[in-house]
């Protein structure tokens, strides 16, 4: 004998259902109509995992390029005299630094103009 609609087929709807809290309208209550949401949502959820990673760096040289270039240097300079001084900070820190610590971003500036200049 068929079962037609047990605890199962339920906890599965509801689940798609919970995933559609916040949506409007019959996106939030019809399974059909808010299966479909989910699964779109889903999808911007996981690429925007991946361009917050590119929005991230876009930010860190966009902010180092501003810092550096308050000091008489180019982004693509700055970064090229930290290349040949062997210094090892990434973006992400060099643009904290640039934010938090304006001092140590200058001492930081030098040892690239000195190695851009040598």
Not at 45 to 74: E, F, P, T
Request: aromatic content about 6%; proline content about 2%.
């Amino acid at each position: 004998m068929r079962v037609p609609g047990g605890v199962k087929h339920g906890k599965r709807r509801q689940k798609v259902l919970d995933l559609a809290k916040g949506f409007k309208g019959k996106r939030r209550t019809c399974y059909r109509i808010a299966k479909q949401s989910v699964v779109k949502a889903l999808r911007h959820q996981y690429v925007s995992r991946k361009l917050r990673k590119r929005d991230m760096r876009r930010l860190w040289m966009v902010r180092i390029g501003a810092a550096a270039r308050g000091h008489g240097l180019s982004y693509s300079r700055f970064m090229g005299g930290l290349r040949k001084a062997g210094v090892g900070l990434n973006r992400k820190v060099l643009a904290d630094l640039a934010l938090r610590d304006p001092d140590a971003f200058a001492q930081v500036v030098t040892v690239a103009k000195e190695a851009v200049d040598a």
